[in-house]
């Protein structure tokens, strides 16, 4: 078992690699944006703190319950801020599970790019101007939290998948070694 936390900005493809991730390993994905459809709110048009909370605090409880399943869990989400993260990491240490961060790193160009092509298609709920910007700005990168960094142009590239599943594999096997060696 892992918990893996994706992060980045909207629109670097963290819910493509998740799905793909989640194939590949198996895993149980859990989306915050499909919690707070749920929940009768649109993250794309803004959400109040006290509801995010209350929307962690629900993903934190699924999680729990699926990783005391016996199952891997990707948490889809923007990872951020900081806390948000360490929330996940101490999940994951009171569970005994690696926690890996998977950071979809996205350029301002490729990310207007791809909000324009979905306003064209429809192939998700609009996030608005104002909400990208704000989330841009106040984005606290995981830098020195030792994340597995992709490229957003390679989010649906096997080989990407492939390398990220071996990756985290290789870490639960470490967990597990230490914790039967402990």
């Given at each position: 078992?892992a918990?893996?936390?994706?992060?980045?900005?909207?629109?670097?493809g963290?819910?493509t690699?998740?799905?793909?991730?989640?194939?590949?390993?198996?895993?149980?994905?859990?989306?915050l944006?499909?919690?707070?459809?749920?929940?009768?709110?649109?993250?794309?048009?803004?959400?109040?703190a006290?509801?995010?909370?209350?929307?962690?605090k629900?993903?934190?409880?699924?999680?729990?319950?699926?990783?005391?399943?016996?199952?891997h869990?990707?948490?889809?989400?923007?990872?951020?801020?900081?806390?948000?993260?360490?929330?996940?990491?101490?999940?994951?240490?009171?569970?005994?599970v690696?926690?890996?961060?998977?950071w979809?790193?996205?350029?301002?160009?490729?990310?207007?790019?791809?909000?324009?092509?979905?306003?064209e298609?429809?192939?998700?709920?609009?996030?608005?101007?104002?909400?990208?910007?704000?989330?841009?700005?106040h984005?606290?990168?995981?830098?020195?939290?030792?994340?597995?960094?992709v490229?957003?142009s390679?989010?649906?590239?096997?080989?990407?998948?492939?390398?990220?599943?071996?990756?985290?594999?290789?870490?639960?096997?470490?967990?597990?070694?230490?914790?039967?060696?402990?």
């Amino acid at each position: 078992m892992a918990l893996v936390l994706m992060c980045g900005l909207s629109f670097s493809g963290k819910s493509t690699l998740a799905a793909l991730l989640a194939a590949e390993l198996p895993a149980e994905v859990l989306s915050l944006d499909r919690i707070n459809q749920e929940r009768g709110f649109d993250g794309g048009q803004g959400i109040a703190a006290g509801e995010w909370s209350t929307t962690n605090k629900m993903a934190h409880e699924r999680a729990i319950e699926a990783l005391e399943s016996g199952a891997h869990v990707i948490v889809d989400d923007t990872g951020s801020p900081r806390f948000v993260r360490d929330a996940w990491r101490d999940i994951a240490t009171a569970a005994g599970v690696p926690f890996t961060i998977v950071w979809v790193q996205v350029s301002l160009d490729l990310q207007r790019q791809r909000v324009q092509a979905d306003r064209e298609t429809r192939g998700r709920p609009d996030v608005t101007d104002a909400v990208l910007a704000e989330h841009a700005a106040h984005f606290e990168a995981p830098s020195d939290e030792s994340p597995l960094i992709v490229d957003a142009s390679h989010t649906a590239d096997p080989v990407t998948v492939e390398y990220l599943a071996a990756a985290i594999e290789t870490e639960r096997e470490g967990t597990q070694a230490i914790a039967e060696d402990g």
